[in-house]
C-alpha cells in the first residue's frame, strides 16, 4: 500500500479505520511519515484515552529517577499520610506501587463506580476509598481506569508538584511538546463531550476540582508527539541531548510483568504498556479508539496514532504492522 493509497483507505473506511485523525511515524529521531484526516492537522491534540496511562508510567519513572520515589516497592499510603483509612480495612495498608502500575491492586467494586468517583470533589480520595478489600492482595490482575487515579496523586504529594507542572517541566517541554492546561473543573455533559467531541481540542489534560488531572484517561497530544515520546523510549530516555527517564526505567516499565487473556489480545502487561508479543521487543501504550503510541527498537520506528472514541477498536498493531511499517520502510 502506498502513501495515497493508504490515505484512501482511511478516508473512505467505515469500519475500525473511520475514527483515525492521525498517523506519524519516526525513524532514528526524523519524522518520515505524517498524515491527516477529518480536518484534523500534524499538530492537533486529540484525546488519546488510555495512551494516558502510559504517559502517567513516564511519569513515574521521572519521579523515581529524580528521588521523588524511593522504589516501586513503597507502600500507596506512605504518599497519604493524612488519608483516614475506613474501619476494617487492613488491605489497604499493603498496597504498593508495584500493584499499582501492574493493575494488580484489589478494589472493593466488581465494576467500576465511574459516577461516584467522577462527581465527587477529590477523585484521588475518591479512588483511595475504593483500594482494598476482604480478598487481600491476589496478585490478579484488574483493569482499573479510577484505581490509576491514585498515582496522580503520588507524584503530586511525592514531588510537591501539581502533576500538570511536574508533566510539563520534565517531560513534555523537553521534548518540544506543547505546554498543556488543566480542562478544568467539570460536570457531566462536559465529561461526556471530552469523550465523543470529534473536533481537534487544545492541549489539555482533564482534571478533577482539585486541579488534578485525570491519571487513566484525558490527556490530549497528536500523533506526532506520541511517536516522538516513542523514539525517545528507544532512543534509551535521551530526546535530542537531553535525558528525559533513565534506560534503567524504561527496562522495568516495558518489561512484561503479567501474560493477559484473550480479553486483552494474549498480550504481555508491563508497567502501564502492553508486550503484544512474546517473541518480539515491540511495546505498545494504548487506548481506546484505536490510540497508541507503537515502539518498535528493532526498526528504531516508533508510530502515533490518534482516533476519536468508536468502542470495540482495543489496538492498532496489526494495522501498523500491515499498513505504516511497511511504507516507512520504502521511504
Known amino acids: 500500500m502506498t502513501n495515497n493509497e493508504l490515505h484512501k483507505y482511511v ?3 467505515t469500519g475500525n479505520e473511520s475514527n483515525i485523525c492521525q498517523i506519524c511515524a519516526v525513524r532514528n529521531g526524523e519524522m518520515v511519515y505524517s498524515d491527516n484526516w477529518h480536518g484534523f492537522q500534524i499538530d492537533s491534540a486529540v484525546n488519546v484515552m488510555s495512551v494516558t496511562k ?4 513516564l511519569l513515574a519513572g521521572i519521579a523515581v529517577d529524580k528521588g521523588f520515589i524511593k522504589s516501586t516497592d513503597q ?3 506512605d504518599f497519604f499520610p493524612e488519608y483516614t483509612v475506613k474501619r476494617g480495612e487492613k488491605t ?7 500493584h499499582l502500575l501492574t493493575m494488580t491492586a484489589p478494589y472493593k467494586y466488581r465494576s467500576e463506580p465511574w459516577t461516584k468517583v467522577c462527581t465527587s470533589d ?6 483511595l476509598d475504593l483500594l482494598g478489600g476482604r480478598s487481600g492482595i491476589t496478585g490478579e490482575f484488574k ?3 479510577l484505581g490509576i487515579q491514585i498515582l496522580a496523586g503520588v507524584i503530586e504529594n511525592a514531588s510537591g508538584m501539581k502533576c500538570i507542572d511536574f508533566a510539563n517541566r520534565y517531560l513534555f517541554a523537553p521534548m518540544g511538546i506543547p505546554e498543556h492546561k488543566i480542562h478544568g473543573a467539570s460536570d457531566k455533559d462536559d465529561q461526556f463531550d471530552f469523550l465523543m467531541n470529534k473536533t481537534p481540542r487544545g492541549n489539555e489534560w482533564y482534571s478533577d476540582p482539585q486541579n488534578t488531572v485525570t491519571a487513566g484517561w484525558g490527556l490530549t497530544l497528536s500523533a506526532y508527539d506520541m511517536a516522538k515520546i516513542g523514539w525517545m523510549l528507544i532512543n534509551g530516555g535521551v530526546y535530542h541531548d537531553k535525558r528525559i527517564v533513565s534506560n534503567e526505567w524504561i527496562g522495568q516499565m516495558t518489561s512484561p510483568k503479567l501474560q493477559l487473556g484473550e480479553m486483552f ?3 504481555g502487561y508491563c508497567y502501564l504498556w502492553y508486550r503484544p508479543y512474546k517473541d518480539k521487543p515491540i511495546f505498545a501504550a494504548i487506548g481506546d479508539g484505536g490510540n497508541i503510541i507503537y515502539v518498535n527498537p528493532e526498526k528504531s520506528i516508533s508510530v502515533g496514532v490518534t482516533g476519536t472514541f468508536k468502542p470495540r477498536i482495543f489496538d492498532r498493531v496489526d494495522f501498523i ?11
Open 11 to 13: 478516508e473512505e473506511s
Open 54 to 57: 502510559g504517559v502517567m508510567a
Open 75 to 77: 507502600k500507596v499510603l
Open 92 to 98: 489497604i495498608y499493603n498496597v504498593t506501587l508495584e
Open 122 to 127: 477529590d477523585w484521588t480520595k475518591a479512588a
Open 143 to 145: 483493569y482499573a481506569t
Open 265 to 267: 489480545g494474549n498480550m
Open 321 to 331: 504492522e500491515k499498513n505504516v511499517i511497511p511504507i516507512v520502510e520504502r521511504l
